[in-house]
């Protein structure tokens, strides 16, 4: 899978609300009302990323949470970030 390029990237973002393009990675961050709604979220978040069999960069501390996605494998930012973020953004709504 080849990787998007910059421009490429920051074109698509467009449709993203709340990423950005940064060190070669697409990221955003949520804030949550405590640890328990973000650590429930990411474990939504995880099955869908197994079935999709792409998994975020993320950390997480007590109710925030940080993830990053690109495709290690192609060296960049590919469909797959894009099609997980999408589903992130649909589980957050």
Known sequence: MKPYTEEQVQEKLKEYEGWEYDDNAIHTAFEFENFKEAFTIMTRIAFEAERLEHHPDWSNVYNKLHISLN??????VTDKD????????????
């Open 82 to 93: 894009f099609e997980l973020a999408k589903v992130i953004d649909q589980l957050i709504g």
């Open 71 to 76: 495709t290690h494998d192609a060296g960049g």
